[in-house]
């Protein structure tokens, strides 16, 4: 069955960084498209970052890009974020998501069929 | 604040029906059939429960139902149940972002 796992969570000073990862299992992880979903505290779910199934198309949301780099390994069913310079407004759960259907010539992420449990970034001095 | 507008909560008894809104605007939900709902129930995964608008995936219950009118998107859930308590989210694909845009959530009590 589909798993997906996150790892690499904890707690970071403003400014510093960190990087989570997701390890994947129970599917062709190379054939789907991948992404980040996160949600703060008593907010909504917001995308964060999608990512091709090869690594060559990447999508970032404007809060994050710049700061943030999406990547995956394929050959390990791995997918990871790093995300630098990270300020208070990061704080939040972060989820490992397989998208199932992405539309447009941008690549826009429609669907996702599975998520993580959530792996939680607190970013406070 | 969220690019789409869901009410915070909402809640009926085992057995009737409720709807949630989901309202954006002309460039995501008003222009788009590409809108989704998810189950959320607080320390598991989120669920895809309905996808275009309307369409349900496999294994999902015919309990729950989806429709749209104008910039406003609608998830029914019918015959409530107990397990039905979970919060819900709306996302849309928009023209105004490579990904998509979610609401804030409605948090279903089931009385």
């Known amino acids: 069955q589909v798993q997906l796992v996150e790892s690499g969570g904890g707690l970071v000073k403003p400014g510093g960084s960190l990087r989570l990862s997701c390890a994947a299992s129970?599917?062709?992880?190379?054939?789907?498209?991948m992404g980040w979903i996160r949600q703060a505290p008593g907010k909504g779910l917001e995308w964060v970052s999608s990512?091709?199934?090869?690594?060559?198309?990447?999508n970032y949301a404007d809060s994050v890009k710049g700061r943030f780099t999406i990547s995956r390994d394929n050959a390990k069913n791995s997918l990871s974020l790093q995300m630098n310079s990270l300020r208070a407004e990061d704080s939040a759960v972060y989820y490992c998501?397989?998208?199932?259907?992405?539309?447009?010539?941008?690549?826009?992420?429609?669907?996702?069929?599975?998520w993580g449990q959530g792996a939680l970034l607190t970013v406070s001095s | 604040q969220s690019a789409l507008t869901q009410p915070a909560s909402v809640s009926g008894s085992p057995g009737q029906s409720i709807t949630i809104s989901c309202t954006g605007t002309?460039?995501?939900?008003?222009?788009?059939?590409?809108v989704s709902w998810y189950q959320h129930h607080p320390g598991k995964a989120p669920k895809l429960m309905i996808y275009?608008?309307?369409s349900r995936p496999s294994g999902v219950s015919n309990r729950f139902s989806g429709s749209k009118s104008g910039n406003t998107a609608s998830l029914t859930i019918s015959g409530l149940q107990a397990e039905d308590e979970a919060d819900y989210y709306c996302?849309?694909?928009?023209?105004?972002?490579?990904?998509?845009?979610f609401g804030g959530g409605t948090k279903l009590t089931v009385l």
């Open positions: 998501a397989r998208v199932s259907r992405i539309t447009g010539a941008a690549n826009v992420p429609l669907e996702t069929d599975y």
């Open positions: 275009d608008v309307s």
């Open positions: 996302t849309s694909y928009t023209s105004s972002s490579t990904l998509g845009v």
């Open positions: 990512i091709s199934g090869a690594g060559s198309f990447t």
């Open positions: 002309s460039s995501d939900v008003g222009a788009y059939d590409f």
């Open positions: 129970g599917f062709t992880f190379s054939a789907y498209y």
